[in-house]
């Protein structure tokens, strides 16, 4: 059975950091590109970033470009997204998803495996 478990969210003031870690077990990623969405109260599931299968070639939501970094370790099949500056708009549910193919994609129709998501909340 594939599963993406997140974690690493939690409460953090703004202008904060938080690192949120994707791991995943039931097979390998390494060949696949994984990506991070996130969805708040009210609001649509949206496009936070995505990440190639060698690492290199990533992209971002323009609302957190220059502010988050995406990263993926191979050897431990996990992929991180680091947040920092956080905002209080950033706060919402943040999902892992994995896609069936090895390049980079910014929909979720596009992503084939998800996990259940980790709360990040960031206070004013």
């Known amino acids: 059975q594939v599963q993406l478990v997140e974690s690493g969210g939690g409460l953090v003031q703004a202008g904060g950091s938080l690192r949120l870690s994707c791991a995943a077990s039931?097979?390998?990623?390494?060949?696949?590109?994984m990506g991070w969405f996130r969805q708040s109260p009210g609001k649509e599931r949206e496009f936070v970033a995505a990440?190639?299968?060698?690492?290199?070639?990533?992209v971002y939501a323009d609302s957190v470009k220059g502010r988050f970094t995406i990263s993926r370790d191979n050897a431990k099949n996990t992929v991180y997204l680091q947040m920092n500056n956080l905002k209080p708009d950033d706060t919402a549910v943040y999902y892992c998803?994995?896609?069936?193919?090895?390049?980079?994609?910014?929909?979720?129709?596009?992503?084939?495996?998800w996990g259940q998501g980790t709360q990040v909340t960031v206070s004013s």
């Open positions: 998803a994995g896609r069936l193919s090895t390049y980079v994609a910014t929909t979720q129709s596009q992503y084939y495996y």
């Open positions: 039931g097979r390998t990623f390494s060949s696949n590109a």
């Open positions: 990440i190639g299968w060698t690492g290199s070639n990533t």
